[in-house]
């Protein structure tokens, strides 16, 4: 199983960024995909879940309304589009899989749940 993300780079506060993350080696409806970030000295946060076929979605809450997951599941990709960022969203983001046959609950929040993680991508916001 590999996952794959990009899209990071250095914005400005108040910019927008893509990211994508692409899987392969897995069946990828059978598994929720989801986004986490990790600054220096900082745990890995969670910030948004999907389902499947999009249809279940979970955010940590300060992020709602800025940052959108979607996935494409004939490209087996997971994306984060992040709007309106901030210094303080500047991390290294990581998406990770979890085998699922429900939607999108709680226990998508907590990392160590997740089976497979791709290597990061840094986002940088200067202010």
């Known amino acids: 199983v590999q996952l794959q993300a990009s899209g990071g780079g250095l914005v400005q506060a108040g910019g927008s960024l893509r990211l994508s993350c692409s899987a392969s080696?897995?069946?990828?409806?059978?598994?929720?995909m989801g986004w986490f970030r990790q600054a220096p000295g900082k745990e890995r946060e969670f910030v948004a879940a999907?389902?499947?076929?999009?249809?279940?979605?979970l955010y940590e809450d300060s992020m709602k309304g800025r940052f959108t997951i979607s996935r494409d599941t004939a490209k087996n990709t997971v994306y984060l589009q992040m709007s309106d960022l901030k210094p303080e969203d500047t991390a290294t983001y990581y998406c990770?899989?979890?085998?699922?046959?429900?939607?999108?609950?709680?226990?998508?929040?907590?990392?160590?749940?997740?089976?497979?993680w791709g290597q990061g991508t840094q986002v940088t916001v200067s202010s």
């Open positions: 999907i389902f499947n076929n999009g249809g279940s979605t």
């Open positions: 990770g899989a979890h085998p699922s046959r429900l939607p999108v609950t709680q226990f998508s929040r907590t990392a160590a749940n997740y089976h497979y």
């Open positions: 080696g897995l069946t990828f409806t059978a598994y929720i």
